[in-house]
């Protein structure tokens, strides 16, 4: 996994960075979730997700950067979509958690990370931890075409993340469409968060650790649009919490 991690690490620490987070701004910039939401829902869009789900799924890589955004964002347009969902398998997760400890890996411990990952990528196309995982083991098995398509794809579900702003301050918050991708981002970019708050009205805070220089610093994140999603499935909820605030 190390060889994966430490690629995942560069390309999206890059893309955080300078020229290629300018270039991503300009390809791409923030997303428009107007659109994004119509788009992803209309059968004659080229953007209707369930195309690009199954584009997505296959082991190509011809989806565009443009693709990437419209299928990442337009997962909070679908029905299922639930920010807070839990994973599969809870029961296969439990004996993966001493083998993702490991550092040396046997063929069968490959196998059972593989199977899991691909269940997870089953229920949630966009698990970052999980597509990592599904590219170390493909890499580790010697299927260098199937690890390369598949890095091709997180790779560009990073830069679609990277391309939403900057993290520097609220006006320019990252988006993401699960809370798990804020650590899951940081985390492939070099970085370790150190603490995480919520600041009204609708951003996560995180404190991180560059490891590089061991140096400290925050980046923004707006979960708006998947706290709005999330409130219109559990309307009860919502309704607790504003009794709460009162």
């Known amino acids: 996994m190390k060889k994966i991690t430490l690629l995942c690490l560069a390309l999206s620490a890059f893309f955080i960075s300078?020229?290629?987070?300018?270039?991503?701004?300009?390809?791409?910039?923030?997303?428009?979730l107007k659109k994004i939401a119509v788009e992803s829902v209309d059968p004659s869009s080229k953007y209707y997700y369930p195309k690009l789900l199954k584009a997505f799924m296959a082991n190509d890589t011809t989806m565009t950067p443009v693709d990437f955004q419209y299928f990442y964002y337009g997962t909070m347009f679908?029905?299922?979509y639930d920010p807070y969902r839990d994973a599969p398998n809870k029961e296969l997760l439990g004996e993966l958690l001493p083998i993702y400890a490991k550092e040396n890996r046997t063929r069968a411990d490959r196998l059972k990370m593989l199977d899991y990952a691909l269940q997870v990528i089953d229920d949630n196309p966009i698990d970052l931890r999980q597509l990592t995982n599904r590219i170390y083991v493909y890499e580790k098995n010697g299927k260098f075409d199937l690890a390369k398509i598949w890095q091709y794809k997180l790779?560009?579900?990073l830069l679609v993340i990277a391309a939403s702003g900057t993290g520097a301050d609220p006006s320019s918050a990252f988006m993401v469409v699960f809370p798990q991708h804020e650590?899951?981002?940081?985390?492939?970019?070099?970085?370790?968060?150190?603490?995480q708050r919520f600041e009204p009205p609708h951003f996560d805070y995180i404190e991180v650790t560059r490891r590089e220089s061991n140096t400290t610093e925050g980046f923004y994140f707006n979960i708006e649009e998947m706290l709005h999603q999330y409130f219109e499935k559990h309307p009860a909820e919502l309704a607790e919490t504003e009794d709460n605030v009162e």
């Open 78 to 80: 679908q029905e299922d």
């Open 155 to 157: 790779n560009h579900l």
């Open 18 to 32: 300078s020229s290629a987070k300018s270039n991503a701004r300009t390809e791409l910039g923030p997303p428009d």
């Open 183 to 195: 650590y899951d981002f940081l985390n492939l970019s070099g970085l370790t968060a150190n603490s």
